[in-house]
């Protein structure tokens, strides 16, 4: 475990609770029709955190989504959509940061898939991307979202 307070999450009715041991990494905003659909709202919201602070402490999420390469998991109950497990990304799990306790404190620092972005949607994020960002380009996103969360 890490030396920060143990960051809560929940599903809407509750029934799938989770916790992490560690800060985010970086936090976002994906624009992608996708998420759009999942979310039924003009994007999702997400913070990517290592997989070893994650750990489900009450419930069974379940697999929802497309059923396709990433992995996103969903309260049975309720079908709030909780985290998903990115296709080849085994260090990382990316958790909708409104299920976190106080998500105003995870502000997106990127927005992605900017290219399918309603256009009348703003989010605040200071970084943009067309699609995903290059693999290199992670450990800078990482880099200033750690100074500008510190």
């Given at each position: 475990m890490s030396d920060i307070a143990t960051i809560q999450?929940?599903?809407?009715c509750g029934q799938v609770t989770f916790a992490l041991s560690a800060r985010p990494v970086?936090?976002?905003?994906c624009h992608c029709v996708g998420c759009q659909k999942m979310?039924?709202?003009a994007f999702s919201l997400s913070a990517l955190f290592p997989v070893e602070s994650?750990?489900?402490?009450?419930?069974e999420p379940v697999i929802g989504g497309l059923h396709g390469e990433a992995r996103h998991y969903f309260c049975?109950?309720?079908?709030?959509?909780?985290?998903?497990?990115?296709?080849?990304?085994?260090?990382?799990?990316?958790?909708?940061?409104?299920?976190?306790?106080?998500?105003?404190?995870y502000a997106p620092l990127m927005e992605t898939w900017t290219a399918e972005k309603l256009p009348w949607v703003t989010t605040g994020a200071t970084r943009s991307f067309p699609g995903l960002p290059d693999?290199?380009?992670?450990?800078?996103?990482m880099e200033e979202y750690a100074r500008r969360s510190a």
């Open positions: 999450g929940a599903c809407r970086v936090t976002m905003a979310s039924a709202s994650f750990k489900v402490t009450s419930g049975p109950h309720c079908m709030s959509r909780l985290f998903t497990r990115p296709a080849g990304v085994d260090a990382f799990i990316n958790v909708r940061s409104t299920l976190l306790d106080h998500p105003e404190q693999p290199q380009d992670y450990p800078g996103l």
